[in-house]
Structures are given as structure tokens and as C-alpha cells.
């Protein structure tokens, strides 16, 4: 088993850290994780994205060339890997800020309107959460609880406040997907 | 933990009891900056300079090295060619330091992408003079952990500046990794030659000036010693798949791990194909190569370059095998699909047999 994930947006939208926290969890579940962050020349608010490798046995390239699953947090990340995703494979739309469909009929599509969702939790930043969330509950790739305890990992220093928003986002995004599936 | 290849290796030489680190900023190897710039100044004897350019920061390694202690600096490509001067004067001196390479697409100024395209300036000595480094290979974020450590041994043992050659991918990705138990500097044996005060004792001079030709001679010959010594008791190869291989793969660091999905794949066909991954690159782990001659017919190099490697597996085969070779330089990163279509070809061509 390799499963290959690709997280894509803007800058700030907190997509590196999905995939750490992915990666993170994979590895605590006794995974084999690689996690590979984009470092180009990037600005502020121009592109991130970062790709997560997770496998029952020692992981050859960190890259993909095909991913199982894309996670486009805006209309650019649908557009630059629409066409790499794995026949079969599915991608995540935070449909708030896509407003196009995928041309493909191969894949699988999963519209989040994950801005709108983080508005009315009283904070539009645990988007990634939300997703992240989604992704979880969709894939199967690894559980909510080990989610759960992989944010507890990374943001151990934050307050409370943050950590029970963060955690709200992870369960409200699965709940989306398990209402609609 | 689950750590970024840059902050492996810096968290790896402070255990390894390097307080002193010099370097001058570089992408794609930032975050070894940042990470030695935290860690050595919450430690009470850390010393972190930030210099004011590379070559500021290899003499830096120079002088601390003088005195005996760890010392680390680290850049990728354009940043090193810059220290070779003063790596040229470690060798002279005889003076241990370790020295990051995170390897980045060139000549020149290149891209910030990663490339395997200084393969022959770290292992032919790079600088100026009749020396050579060790040249370290990691594969993995755990062998960063464990390739770091023997990086100080090796340098201590033998007093020779040591370069890690990694690349943007190993510094850039995160994987799993466990830490060897910190080493606490002061534990460390004493070295009889540094310079620490000559009171109560005959003065030392560490000097690479040799005016004298027949004493420079003797120098030259002291440290050729010194190498075969090191080509004898350092070189490590990986082997993986390879007892009953016909056609086996040679490639080190990220190149290795995508030959290494491609060869599970061909393998799944039935193409008997293993790997051989050098993890020192100078010593070339040659008598390992040559032995393997005797029933691997054909070696396929793959580097992230136009051919360098290449060069020290003709070498070392002495005219044996069907050597071939696929690379891709300029920050390309191949997929394990196109090396396994690579590895088809040759498999066929040569009419191998299939089991």
C-alpha cells in the first residue's frame, strides 16, 4: 500500500501544516511517512503546497507524479493537478474559492465550502482543519483520533482556545463528508 | 520525531558535540542555519556565527578547528565552491571539520532544485593541491542522523575535513528519525596537536606553508598514507536485491531511492534487478563493485547529473560489465516509473534473463 497526497493554495492557508499533521499521525500509527513541503522562490500569498507519501513499507520517492488525492484550497491548485491525479483518485475542492468543476470524469470530486464552514465556527483560519477533517473521513487514510492526537503534537504550546477550535475544525469537516456520503 | 533533513543534521551534530557552527545563508539549506542558530544559543558553550559571507565562515571552521573542537559549517553548490579555498587549507593543515553540501542545480548561480552535480568537485578534492575528502552519501532522514555522527569520528580520526553531500530533496523532506544519545563535548579524548596554550610545553605551529620542497614532498606523501589508509577501512556500500541480480542499478542519495521504487517494480515483471548504493563516495567502494562484476553483467548509473559517478564505476569495474547510463541534471527529479522504463530497455536490449 502507497498512498500519495497532494496539499495545495495559497500561502497562509495553512496547507503545510495538513500535511505535516497528516504525515505526523501516518508515522504515529506505525506508518512509513515521507513529507515533502514546496520550497521555491515563493512569496507571501503565491502558491504552497507539499506532498505526503504514507506506505506499509519503506518509501521509494518522496514525490508524486500521480497522487491518490489532491487537496485544492484554491482555483489554481485545481487547475496545476487536475490533470496528474491517479485515475480513480480523488480531489478535495475548498469550493468557496473554486469556482469551476474539474473537466475530468476519472476522478472522484469533493466539494468543501470550507471558508464558509470556518466563518460560522468564529474563525477562518482552522480551514485547513476542516479539510484536513473531510480528507480523513473520505480516505480512511488514517483516523480522526490519530488526527486528533498529531494537532495535540504540533500545537502543544498554543492556548487551549486555539487547540479546541482547531479540534472542532477536524471533526466538523468529517461530519461533512460522513452527512453527505 | 518527525524532522526536515536540514534540522537531522544539525540536530545530529550537536549531539555529536559540535558547539561551534559558521555559515552563511543559501537556499536550499536555510533551515540547518536556523536550527544550529536556536539550538547552540540555548546551550551555554554554543558559539553560532552568522558570517558575513562563506568565506568568512570556512575560516571560521579553520581556526576553532585549531583548538580542537567539533566544528560544522554548511552551504549548497555556489556557497561551496566558495569555501574551497579553506578546505584545501583544512586538508593541508590536517585539520578535522565537517562540511554540509546540499547540492542544488548549476553551474553558476543554477536553480534552488536539487541535483547531484558536484559529485566530482567533493570527491577529487575540489580546491586546490594533491588532497581528498571523505565524501558521505546519506539515503534516508535516518541515515542523515546516523551519517552526521560518523561524519565527526571520521574527521576526528583522522583529521581530514568531511563532506556530507546531500541534496534539496534530503534537506527539504521529512522523515521518521531517531537520535543516538548526546556525546557531551568534554568527554570527548584530547587531541595531542591543537592549540591551546603553549605554557609548560614546546610551542605547536599547524601551518599548510611549506617553502622546502623535499619537506613538502614528505608532507604530500604523509597524507597519500593517510588515503589509502581511509580507501582501505572507510568505504560502505548498500546492496539491495543484488545476490541474484543480472543488471544491478548504482546510484546514491535521492537518485538511490528512486531506484529503488523502480527496481520493486521491474522486479513485480520478473527483470531480476537489485541496487548498489555507495554511501561514501570517496572512498568509491570500488573492490565491492569489482567483486560484484563477477555476476552482475550489467550496471546501470543513475545520477542527477549529465554522467560523474559514472566515472568512478568505469574505474572501478577495470574494463568488466556493460556499464550504461541515464541521468537527468538541472534539478530534475525523476519518477520511479520513468528509471523502471529505463531499466526495461537495457533488461531487453541485452537479452537478460527473466525468471
Known amino acids: 500500500m502507497l498512498i500519495k497526497t497532494i496539499f495545495s493554495g495559497f500561502g497562509g492557508q495553512g496547507v503545510l501544516m495538513m500535511g505535516y499533521i497528516l504525515a505526523l499521525s501516518a508515522m504515529r500509527d506505525g506508518m512509513h511517512v515521507t513529507y515533502l513541503p514546496a520550497y521555491g522562490a515563493e512569496v507571501r500569498g503565491g502558491t504552497a503546497n507539499c506532498t505526503v507519501s504514507i506506505s506499509d513499507e519503506e518509501i521509494a520517492s518522496p514525490v508524486a507524479s500521480s497522487p491518490d488525492y489532491v487537496i485544492a484550497m484554491n482555483k489554481p491548485s485545481l487547475i496545476k493537478y487536475e490533470g496528474q491525479i491517479k485515475a480513480k483518485g480523488t480531489i478535495f475542492l475548498n469550493s468557496d474559492l473554486v469556482d469551476i468543476d474539474p473537466e475530468r470524469e476519472d476522478i472522484s470530486v469533493f466539494k468543501i465550502p470550507a471558508n464558509t464552514i470556518a466563518k460560522e465556527l468564529g474563525n477562518e483560519r482552522v480551514i485547513n482543519m476542516i479539510m484536513l477533517g473531510a480528507v480523513s473521513a473520505w480516505t480512511k487514510i488514517t483516523s480522526l483520533d490519530s488526527l486528533m492526537n498529531g494537532l495535540t503534537e504540533v500545537i502543544k504550546t498554543k492556548s487551549s482556545k486555539q487547540m479546541g477550535i482547531n479540534k472542532k475544525g477536524l471533526e466538523i469537516g468529517a461530519e461533512y463528508v460522513l452527512r453527505g456520503a | ?355
Request: aromatic share 8%; with cysteine; charged share 25%.
Open chain 2, 1 to 355: 520525531m518527525l524532522l526536515r533533513g536540514s534540522h537531522v543534521i544539525a540536530e545530529a551534530a550537536v549531539r555529536a558535540g559540535c558547539r561551534f557552527y559558521f555559515g552563511y545563508p543559501i537556499t536550499p539549506q536555510n533551515e540547518l542555519t536556523e536550527y544550529m542558530a536556536n539550538a547552540l544559543a540555548s546551550l551555554p558553550d554554543g558559539v553560532f556565527i552568522q558570517s558575513e559571507s562563506e568565506l568568512a565562515a570556512i575560516n571560521m571552521v579553520i581556526g576553532v578547528s585549531m583548538t580542537g573542537k567539533r566544528v560544522m559549517t554548511s552551504s549548497s553548490s555556489p556557497g561551496i565552491s566558495l569555501k574551497q579555498e579553506g578546505i584545501s587549507y583544512l586538508s593541508g593543515q590536517e585539520l578535522p571539520a565537517v562540511i554540509i553540501n546540499t547540492m542544488r542545480g548549476g553551474p553558476g548561480l543554477g536553480n534552488i532544485a536539487p541535483a547531484q552535480g558536484d559529485y566530482l568537485q567533493a570527491t577529487r578534492g575540489g580546491g586546490h593541491g594533491d588532497y581528498r575528502t571523505i565524501v558521505l552519501a546519506p539515503g534516508s532522514g535516518q541515515e542523515l542522523a546516523d551519517i552526521t555522527r560518523m561524519a565527526f569520528e571520521y574527521a576526528d580520526r583522522y583529521r581530514i575535513p568531511v563532506i556530507i553531500l546531500g541534496d534539496g530533496m534530503m534537506g527539504q523532506m521529512m522523515e521518521p528519525v531517531e537520535f543516538p544519545d548526546p556525546i557531551d563535548p568534554k568527554s570527548l579524548p584530547p587531541k595531542p596537536w591543537v592549540l591551546d596554550g603553549a605554557e609548560g610545553r614546546p610551542s605547536r605551529i599547524i601551518k599548510s606553508l611549506i617553502l622546502d620542497t623535499s619537506a613538502m614532498e614528505e608532507h604530500n606523501w604523509k597524507l597519500f598514507r593517510k588515503y589509502e589508509a581511509i580507501s582501505r577501512e572507510v568505504p560502505e556500500m548498500e546492496q539491495f536485491l543484488t545476490d541474484d541480480a543480472h543488471l544491478a542499478v548504482i546510484a546514491y542519495g535521492t537518485a538511490s531511492r528512486i531506484a529503488k521504487g523502480a527496481i520493486k517494480r521491474v522486479r513485480e515483471m520478473g527483470l531480476k534487478v537489485g541496487l548498489l548504493r555507495p554511501k561514501t563516495l570517496w572512498p568509491f567502494p570500488k573492490r565491492i563493485l569489482l567483486q560484484m562484476s563477477r555476476t552482475i553483467s550489467d550496471f546501470l548509473v543513475f545520477e542527477m547529473s549529465a554522467g560523474q559517478m559514472l566515472e568512478d564505476v568505469k574505474l572501478s569495474l577495470e574494463g568488466r560489465g556493460r556499464i550504461h547510463f541515464y541521468g537527468r541534471p538541472g534539478g530534475i527529479i525523476s519518477t520511479p516509473d520513468e528509471i523502471a522504463k529505463v531499466i526495461n530497455n537495457i533488461y531487453f536490449k541485452e537479452g537478460l534473463e527473466r525468471e
